[in-house]
Every structure is written in structure tokens, then in C-alpha cells.
């Protein structure tokens, strides 16, 4: 074992450049990578509560059914009313949303009156007995649509300057007291 004997000289290993054409190429291409990414990522623009009402309002000329309908209308204005000034509608019954309207002063007298007859309406149609006939007075599709669009169209135009409540039970809580 002695005799083998190594005759070559350990080589040394070249230097090791960094490879700065190669990161020179790479940073704009990522970046440009990323700036695509996040422009597919960015949330699709959220639909106001009066174009979401406005388009539950053309979709429920297709209910044939009076009850229905009027369940689904009563169950737009709620929950418009819900998104456009916080009131807690969805809790609420009619008359309790015609009172917290009165409260918050978003809208006059006599549109919180068409408003409260509306709902009245719906409330008749969908808690009644067999006696809703959907003839005649009772069932007037075109005219609750109208009268429907008439509040969104309404609220829409009032609200911005009307500030929302920070509270809307405790308010109303203190107000029966």
C-alpha cells in the first residue's frame, strides 16, 4: 500500500461567476408575472343594493303565483332596506320598519306611507288564508313593481346624505322604552 502514490496535483476549481445577465432578465419577468397575477386576482366589482334590488324586481315578474309573489317582493325590500341603511329589516316586522323609517328620516311622510302599504300588501298575501284570491284589486303585479321601484328608485336618491345608524336596536329600544 506504500507504494501507490498519487502523481497528480489536486486542480483548482474554476471561480464561480454570478450570473448577473441571468438575474438581469429574471427580475422584470417576475414582476411582470406578478403584475399579471394580481389583475386576474382582484375581486369582480360588487353590485350596489339598488342594482341588486332593480334586478330582483325584473326576475319577479316571472312568479305567476300571487303569494309567492309577494313574499318575494316583501323579501327585497327587506333586505334592500337591510344593505342601504343598516335598519336590522330582515328582524323587523312592517310596522317596525315604517317606525325606524319615521326615526331615521330617510324619507317623507307620504313615501313612508306608500312604503307601509306595500308591505301591508305583502304581509296580507302572504299570511292570509285561502281567502287571497289574486283577483281582481288584490293582485296588481304591475302596479306593487311600480310602486317597489318607486321606494328603491327613492332611497337610492336620499340616502347618500342620511347617515347610518351606528346602532339601529339600541336606538329603536330606547324609543319605545
Same mark, same amino acid.
Given at each position: ?37 394580481? +389583475?386576474?386576482?382582484? &375581486?369582480?366589482?360588487? $353590485? ?7 334586478? !330582483? *324586481? /325584473?326576475?319577479? %315578474? #316571472?312568479?305567476?303565483?300571487? +303569494?309567492?309573489?309577494? &313574499?318575494?317582493?316583501? $323579501? ?7 344593505? !342601504? *341603511? /343598516?335598519?336590522? %329589516? #330582515? ?25 307601509? %302599504? ?60
Amino acid at each position: 500500500m506504500q507504494d501507490i502514490r498519487d502523481a497528480l496535483q489536486p486542480e483548482m476549481l474554476p471561480a464561480a461567476e454570478f450570473p448577473w445577465p441571468v438575474l438581469l432578465l429574471i427580475i422584470p419577468l417576475v414582476w411582470l408575472a406578478l403584475i399579471l397575477y394580481r +389583475r386576474r386576482q382582484r &375581486a369582480a366589482p360588487v $353590485a350596489t343594493p339598488e342594482a341588486v334590488a332593480r334586478g !330582483r *324586481l /325584473h326576475a319577479l %315578474a #316571472a312568479i305567476t303565483e300571487p +303569494r309567492a309573489f309577494y &313574499a318575494e317582493l316583501a $323579501a327585497i325590500l327587506n333586505q334592500y332596506l337591510e344593505a !342601504r *341603511l /343598516h335598519l336590522g %329589516a #330582515a328582524r323587523l316586522t312592517s310596522v317596525e320598519i315604517a317606525h325606524a323609517l319615521a326615526r331615521v328620516g330617510v324619507m317623507s311622510t307620504g313615501w313612508q306611507e306608500s312604503l307601509e %302599504a306595500l308591505l301591508g300588501e305583502c304581509d296580507r298575501a302572504k299570511f292570509s288564508g285561502d281567502e287571497f284570491s289574486g283577483n281582481g284589486a288584490d293582485w296588481d303585479r304591475a302596479a306593487a313593481m311600480a310602486r317597489a321601484r318607486n321606494i328603491v328608485d327613492l332611497l337610492a336618491a336620499n340616502v347618500a346624505s342620511t347617515p347610518s345608524l351606528a346602532n339601529p336596536w339600541e336606538r329603536l329600544g330606547q324609543a319605545e322604552n
